[in-house]
Each structure stands twice: as C-alpha cells, then as structure tokens.
C-alpha cells in the first residue's frame, strides 16, 4: 500500500512536471539554425520542452546539421517545435508573456529581470500557460512584439559589452526557471513530510500569481485590441495613420489590468454598442470570440 506522504510526494512531482510542460519559449526570426539548436539544448538542460519558432530563416527545414549539431541531443524538441506565421499564433493560449530584450524602450514598459522572470514563470505557470519571448540576434524584438508581452525581461550585462548570444539569454531564463522550480518543490516537501526540511533560497512568493483561473488568453486580448483599435478610429477619437504610440500605451494598460473572459467580454461589447452608434461605420476586422 502506498502512504500518504508517498502519495503527496508524487503528486507535487506530478504538478511541478505540469508547470515545466505549461512554460514555452518563442523565438522571434532567428536567423541561425544553430542558436535554434542551442537553445533547444539549453531548455533540456533545465528541464523545459516547449519550444515555438515565429518565421525562422529556414523555415520547415530549421532543424539542419547545425541545428543538431548544437543541440547536442536536444533533437526532441527540435522535432517537437512548432513553427509560426506570426507571433500572435505561436502565445495562443497563454496566460501570461514575457519578452526578452536588450533595448530600453522610448514608451518604458515594466520590466522583470532574469530572477523575476523565473519567478513569475514558475508562479503563473501553475495555472496555465505561459511564454518567454526572444528576439533577432540583431534586433531583437520590434516594439509591436514587445507591446504583446506582459513585461520587458532584461539581463543586467556590462554596459560596456551588452550583447548576448540568444542561446546564453535562454540559458540563463532556463536556470532562472528550474531554480524557482526547485525551491517550490522544497516547500512542497516541507509540507509533505513529517520532519521539515530546510527550503533553500529562493522562496517562492505567492502574491507573484495571479491565480484567476480565466484570465484571458494572449490571442483573446490580440483581438480585444484590434476591436478597440477599430472603434478609437471609427468613432473619430484616432487616426488611423498615426495611432501607433497611442495602441501600444493602451496594450500596456490593459496588460497590467489582466482582464478575465468576463470582463473582456463586458469591455467588447461596450466597444460594439458605441461603434453600433447611429452614424458610427462598424469596424471590419477580425472579431474573436471568447465565450
């Protein structure tokens, strides 16, 4: 017979492997095969499977000698990677994005550093989905990728030679990612046990979640977004041609308001009474339902 505490014990493994399947990472255009492959490598290393390519150089055939060859017996992921059209399609799902980048931003977006990042992956991840996105090896991410992530992450480097290689940033993320694991899984123990263990450091900290369970998902709010895009410029309150700045402050708005389905759906139909006006034009994009 199986004890209890043997039961808790495979359990908490059991739900700290579902976190590790919830966390993907998202390349953005890369244009070398072998940084695909090291950071697949990188991810394995740490635990992590889920990898997500939007529009790499190579397109279907990414996984070349390179890439192999790098990964260094990460082909599993490799053969498991799904590849993207855009960005928007490789989050479906997730409740909570981060994006990497090196630049400080004009418009500043609230930012985590690598620590925090894997926090805050690890705590979120615990209710659903959830994305680490990466950019170019050039550029990095453009501001309209940036103004889809919940938070800019940054590696505090040496101001004086910043540049990263992709894989080594993922690398970092992934440490930073299996270090909160373990200290969840310490406490986990702790609970279990009948003599208490020693928790190392970092401690999770539970106010990092959001625990609603019906946040809506990233392309839930990709559509809300266009919706308010669309009635900001049919009512007359924005141009069409030069609301670019204004869009990306209000992503960030409502990037730190995390509206659940119910209250999106409260703000979309707001959006469709007004823009259903007597002498308002109906906007014509894409609408996405969230029932």
């Known amino acids: 017979m199986v004890s209890d505490e043997s039961a808790d014990t495979a359990a908490a493994a059991a739900r700290h492997a579902q976190r590790l399947g919830r966390i993907r990472f998202v390349l953005v255009e890369t244009s070398l095969s072998g940084n695909i492959g090291a950071t697949a490598r990188a991810m394995k290393n740490m635990g992590l499977s889920r990898l997500a390519l939007v529009r790499p150089k190579l397109g279907a055939r990414f ?24 960005l928007a399609d490789a989050l479906a799902g997730c409740r909570l994005v981060l994006g990497s980048s090196a630049r400080a931003r004009a418009l500043a977006w609230p930012e985590l550093d690598a620590a925090g990042c894997g926090a805050r992956l690890v ?38 030679f910043s540049s990263l290689n992709i894989a080594a940033a993922a690398q970092v993320f992934a440490y ?23 928790t190392p450091t970092p401690t999770p900290t539970p106010m990092l979640a959001d625990e609603r369970p019906d946040l809506a998902t990233a392309e839930a709010m990709e559509g809300f977004h266009e919706h308010l895009l669309q009635t900001l410029i049919a009512i007359g309150y924005a141009d069409a ?28 139909g707001v959006l469709a009474k007004m823009a259903g006006r007597p002498g308002v034009a109906q906007g014509r994009g894409r609408r996405t339902s969230i029932d």
């Open 63 to 86: 996984a070349d000698a390179d890439a192999l060859a790098r990964a260094s017996g990460a082909d599993d992921l490799l053969a498991a990677a799904s590849v993207h059209s855009d």
């Open 123 to 160: 705590a979120e991840a615990a209710h659903g989905d959830v994305a680490l996105v990466l950019g170019r090896e050039s550029t990095g991410l453009s501001n309209d990728e940036l103004a889809c992530c919940h938070y800019l992450v940054r590696i505090p480097t040496n101001p004086d």
């Open 176 to 198: 930073e990612i299996r270090r909160h694991l373990l200290a969840a899984a310490s406490v986990d123990a702790a609970a279990c046990a009948a003599t208490p263990v020693p």
């Open 241 to 268: 041609d030069q609301c670019r700045t204004l869009s990306r402050r209000l992503r960030r708005l409502f990037h730190r308001a995390r509206p659940d389905r119910t209250e999106l759906n409260i703000l979309r």
